[in-house]
């Protein structure tokens, strides 16, 4: 067998493995709006489904995805529990200006600072928005990056069909 074929056949095994390590949330700590540090580990939503969202004050289409979101945010949680945290990876320097776009945006999210990028790393985002779907088990269930409008439709389905699976 050429080496060419034994890595095509080892292609979609490394793929499940990669899955598999996100399957889990990541212990980190995290910083919240009052300097508290927060370990992810202790993040839950009584069973209900769990939205984490990368981003960061500089990211454009990030920006564009969350505020989609925030408009339709409280008929999700009405309909299915759901929560979502804002995970900014905005850094020592860009940081300080979180606060005051969440709040000059009025996002009712759950907003976190990760500036040393611990987080991100630990979860394997690499691009921003970077958005995961947990389950009450706080376990990936699906994933996306980039945002187009629609994508929160996208996103609102998967929650959906969460839900009714449980």
């Known amino acids: 067998m050429n080496m060419k074929l034994s890595f095509l056949l080892l292609l979609p095994f490394f793929g499940l493995m990669s899955l598999q390590a996100q399957s889990g949330l990541p212990s980190v700590n995290v910083t919240d709006f009052t300097g508290a540090k927060v370990n992810t580990s202790t993040w839950e939503n009584q069973g209900d489904p769990v939205i984490i969202s990368f981003w960061a004050t500089w990211c454009k289409p990030c920006i564009k995805e969350l505020n989609a979101i925030q ?83 996208n996103l609102y389905d998967h929650v959906l069909e969460l839900v009714e699976a449980q």
């Open 71 to 153: 408009d339709l945010y409280p008929d999700w949680q009405a309909e299915t529990g759901v929560r979502l945290i804002a995970v900014s990876i905005d850094d020592a320097r860009t940081s300080m200006g979180v606060r005051s776009l969440v709040n000059g945006l009025g996002w009712e999210y759950d907003v976190f600072l990760d500036e040393n990028n611990e987080f991100k790393r630990a979860m394997n985002v690499v691009n921003i928005p970077h958005t995961f779907l947990l389950n009450g088990n706080m376990e990936v269930v699906y994933q996306h990056t980039s945002y187009a409008p629609g994508d929160e439709e």
